[in-house]
């Protein structure tokens, strides 16, 4: 049996992205060449590892009990590349983080960068997934460290303070709202309102909130990014919510109003969160005491 790292790496892929074109675009792959891939494994074993159906791309028993193996594989690589860093020039250590659409678009950026400056030979894998979907992946091994807002429920997960996350409300300055100060999201959701672009993490999380209010968010068009939100309202196209750092910032350039959100769960303590520190890679718990620091100050 002949499998290397880059096969195990791409089944994790492929399995956790419910896909094999998404699986293969988190690979770096063609997706010819991550099929023959897969094929090539099956093949080996000698059963099916994945079936797919209406809802995308499954992992079969075979595929579960593989996906186990080589999560363990691949997280055991980790540690050794972190021991051996110290001693072996070039080997790379690889840090998987899944973040909320908040921390990976307003707070992380930063951080990171110092992070990866000081540090050349380790890369950082950031994903954004929604919070409730972070801590599942970190208590299941998935990724290293994640960043979540408000998490239902940690247990068994160390949990460390961030960032607070205040959401707000962006209107043109000159709109018939611009004068006050603050506003229920119900309200909000009278008017036309530029969101942000499918699987963003964020939108998905307003959506619940305007669900339970038993409306629906009337999305004249979705953005990629806070800073294009807050230049279509500026134009009139709509309304926004934004994190209030990014209402901020863009308020330095552009005719912008922010209101402040009167829901309470429109202000979010964002927390680190992994599942055992000491098993962590070493790079990897650098870059948890990395992200801690800023937290402390």
Same mark, same amino acid.
């Given at each position: 049996?002949?499998?290397?790292?880059?096969?195990?790496?791409?089944?994790?892929?492929?399995?956790?992205?419910?896909?094999?074109?998404?699986?293969?675009?988190?690979?770096?792959?063609?997706?010819?060449?991550?099929?023959?891939?897969?094929?090539?494994?099956?093949?080996?074993?000698?059963?099916?590892?994945?079936?797919?159906?209406?809802?995308?791309?499954?992992?079969?028993?075979?595929?579960?009990?593989?996906?186990?193996?080589?999560?363990?594989?691949?997280?055991?690589?980790?540690?050794?590349?972190?021991?051996?860093?110290?001693?072996?020039?070039? @080997?790379?250590?690889?840090?998987?983080? =899944? #973040?909320?659409?908040? %921390?990976?678009?307003? !707070? /992380?950026?930063?951080?990171? $960068?110092?992070?990866?400056?000081?540090?050349?030979?380790?890369?950082?894998?950031?994903?954004?997934?929604?919070?409730?979907?972070?801590?599942?992946?970190?208590?299941?091994?998935?990724?290293?460290?994640?960043?979540?807002?408000?998490?239902?429920?940690?247990?068994?997960?160390?949990?460390?303070?961030?960032?607070?996350?205040?959401?707000?409300?962006?209107?043109?300055?000159?709109?018939?709202?611009?004068?006050?100060?603050?506003?229920?999201?119900?309200?909000? @959701?009278?008017?036309?309102?530029?969101? =942000? #672009?499918?699987?963003? %993490?964020?939108?998905? !999380? /307003?959506?619940?909130?305007? $669900?339970?209010?038993?409306?629906?968010?009337?999305?004249?068009?979705?953005?990629?990014?806070?800073?294009?939100?807050?230049?279509?309202?500026?134009?009139?196209?709509?309304?926004?919510?934004?994190?209030?750092?990014?209402?901020?910032?863009?308020?330095?350039?552009?005719?912008?109003?922010?209101?402040?959100?009167?829901?309470?769960?429109?202000?979010?303590?964002?927390?680190?969160?992994?599942?055992?520190?000491?098993?962590?890679?070493?790079?990897?718990?650098? @870059?948890?005491?990395?992200?801690?620091?800023?937290?402390?100050?």
């Amino acid at each position: 049996m002949r499998f290397d790292l880059a096969d195990l790496r791409l089944f994790v892929h492929v399995t956790e992205a419910g896909s094999l074109t998404h699986g293969a675009e988190r690979a770096g792959l063609a997706l010819a060449s991550a099929s023959e891939r897969v094929k090539a494994m099956e093949e080996t074993l000698g059963v099916p590892l994945l079936q797919r159906d209406r809802q995308g791309t499954q992992p079969t028993a075979a595929g579960l009990a593989l996906l186990d193996h080589a999560r363990l594989m691949l997280a055991q690589f980790e540690r050794m590349k972190g021991e051996l860093g110290a001693h072996a020039r070039g @080997l790379k250590g690889r840090i998987r983080v =899944l #973040s909320n659409t908040a %921390a990976i678009s307003e !707070h /992380l950026p930063g951080s990171l $960068a110092d992070f990866l400056a000081a540090h050349p030979a380790l890369d950082i894998e950031l994903e954004e997934r929604e919070s409730p979907d972070i801590v599942t992946a970190i208590a299941g091994g998935q990724a290293d460290i994640g960043i979540v807002a408000d998490p239902p429920d940690t247990s068994g997960l160390e949990t460390y303070p961030f960032r607070e996350d205040r959401l707000v409300l962006v209107v043109p300055a000159r709109h018939a709202l611009a004068s006050r100060r603050q506003i229920w999201f119900s309200e909000a @959701l009278d008017h036309d309102l530029v969101g =942000l #672009s499918h699987g963003s %993490a964020l939108q998905a !999380h /307003l959506a619940r909130h305007a $669900a339970r209010l038993g409306k629906k968010m009337r999305l004249r068009v979705r953005l990629t990014g806070f800073d294009a939100q807050c230049r279509l309202v500026e134009h009139g196209a709509g309304l926004a919510i934004v994190p209030a750092t990014a209402a901020a910032r863009c308020r330095r350039s552009m005719a912008i109003r922010a209101l402040r959100l009167r829901d309470p769960w429109s202000v979010r303590q964002l927390r680190i969160c992994v599942r055992r520190p000491a098993s962590l890679p070493v790079h990897a718990r650098r @870059l948890l005491e990395h992200l801690k620091r800023p937290a402390q100050r």
